[in-house]
């Protein structure tokens, strides 16, 4: 922010009538342990009262808000040899947003802290949440009916409708956001001047209108549009990671690349990037020999696109991952499922950002609802690679596309896990799977079918299928379902 901004905005706020919930004057208080609790009581206060962000500002005086200037020096200021910030920044859980901005008029100065609302659960510092109870600095403990009021919000507001900028004109929403390639990506003629634009994306809540001819650009606008995604704070750790590893561990790094724009306009150039990382095969056909990539083109970008769409954006600092390995690829974003993951094959997917879903998937960057899986499962089988993998850790959910395996070198649980999951797939389709199709799956010879029994065999003991006879056929006919059918 640059300093007439700055100064316009010290204006702004020193001209309301008393301080609020989410304002607070000071003149030279710079007690550090005070400044903490304000970020908890104005982060919280800020939610609570629907404000994108909240502001603790010196040199402004209190009653009445005369611009008198302060000596406080955010930046100069220490806690045991502990820059103020960075003892703020380890003070507060979870990780408070706020930035600070310094200015001088006329040889007074001016420091502002501006504080980000809280996001999903309240912010504490050291022991305590803090809240504003009018414009007193009050434990948030000590008031359990704002407290439960604090919870419900958390509960009713979705992260896209978060303000990731305000006070933008529509001149800086154009320049911050890839409005051409909004248009493009949604098969709409670009509008020939600005109002228009303007106008769209008020309708698709990218950004809503606010105060003075200014806008706020919401997380949603930010997320899919930014064409950079540094301009806007917390968002920005939401940027898709893609890391190469040189082996089948972490312990040596190829490169790393992190992604810079919003995900509607980087995503094509994502997942190209990702699949030139990707190992190649030779296969032989009947006249000629070619490469392909060692996952199939859908798979991956149907799996990139599912852990855009499903992570849980309310975990800071965290964003979606892509690995890829020697043997392997991993495909991680934060966040545990909201169905279990052995019923994504059939179950259509429930996502906790509904509105993010609905326009990545009306600009075509992943299949309509509830096909997305069972592309994926069909293509690595027409591939005849191992089943995939889903995992979920304590704040995860790990998706792994495993490397060409023969029959042999396949454990057990893979092997389980691909007639499950071939078991689901023939299930959508009308279809149950028998000794015969779990061959070719496996690539197990005609000859050796017993082996193609034993899997069916230890998928059973899982309880992973179950046979399917409703007219006491042979054994040699018995075909399967899943063990939900």
Known sequence: MDNPTFLTLIRELASLPRETEWLEFKHNNSDPADIGEYISAISNSAALHGRPRGYVIWGV??????LVGTSFRPHEAKVSSQELENWLVGSLYPQAHFKIYEGSD?????????IAAAAHTP???KDFEYVRVGTYKKKLRDHPEIERKLWSVFQNKAFEDDIALDRATSEQVLQLLDYPEYFRLTQQPLPENRSAIIAKFEAERLILRGRDDRFEITNLGAILFARQLGNFGRVARKALRVIIYKGANRIETIKEQNGSS???IGFEGAIRYINDQLP??????????R???MYPELAVRELVANALIHQDLTITGAGPTVEVFADRMEITNPGVP???PLRFIDEPPRSRNETLASLMRRMAMCEERGSGIDKVISSIEEYQLPAPDFRVTQQSTVAILLGPRDFAAMDRPDRVRACYQHACLWYVSGKRITNASLRQRLGIKVTNYPVASRVLRDAQDAKLIKPYAPNGEAKKDISYVPYWA
Do not use: C, P, S
Request: charged share 30%; proline share 0%; net charge negative.
């Open 291 to 293: 490469e392909v990539r």
């Open 106 to 114: 006329g040889g007074r100065h001016f420091v502002a802290f501006e």
């Open 280 to 289: 190649q095969n030779e296969q032989i056909g009947q006249a000629l020999r």
């Open 61 to 66: 005086k209190d009653g009445t808000h005369d």
């Open 123 to 125: 912010v504490r510092f």
């Open 262 to 264: 919003g995900y509607a």
């Open 338 to 340: 909201l169905i279990d």
